[in-house]
């Protein structure tokens, strides 16, 4: 079993994280995480990503070839536990 150990790395825009799925794959409909790899990041940039998104993943990135970037709706996540309040 692995257990992984997410950091937040920065707050998106609604704009940039309707882009984000809209330009990359989700493998199911509540899919809330994406592979990022260099060329990936070209095609965003190419296809129009803004340089806030790219500069984002690009810190995400580091040195690495690929990281994985999971989004989570901090305001949805709130509502949920009001909800069971």
Same mark, same amino acid.
């Given at each position: 079993?692995?257990?992984?150990?997410?950091? &937040? $790395?920065?707050? *998106?825009?609604?704009? &940039?994280?309707?882009? *984000?799925?809209?330009?990359?794959?989700?493998?199911?409909?509540?899919?809330?995480?994406?592979?990022?790899?260099?060329?990936? *990041?070209?095609?965003?940039? &190419?296809?129009?990503? #803004?340089?806030?998104?790219?500069?984002? *993943?690009?810190?995400?990135?580091? #040195?690495?070839?690929? $990281?994985?970037?999971?989004?989570?709706?901090?305001?949805?996540?709130?509502?949920?536990?009001?909800?069971?309040?």
């Amino acid at each position: 079993m692995a257990i992984l150990l997410y950091k &937040q $790395v920065a707050e *998106l825009t609604e704009e &940039q994280l309707d882009f *984000l799925i809209e330009h990359l794959e989700e493998e199911w409909s509540e899919d809330r995480d994406y592979y990022i790899n260099r060329d990936m *990041l070209a095609m965003l940039e &190419q296809r129009g990503a #803004d340089s806030g998104l790219v500069r984002i *993943l690009q810190d995400a990135l580091g #040195d690495k070839d690929e $990281v994985e970037v999971l989004w989570v709706d901090t305001e949805e996540d709130y509502e949920d536990e009001e909800d069971d309040e």
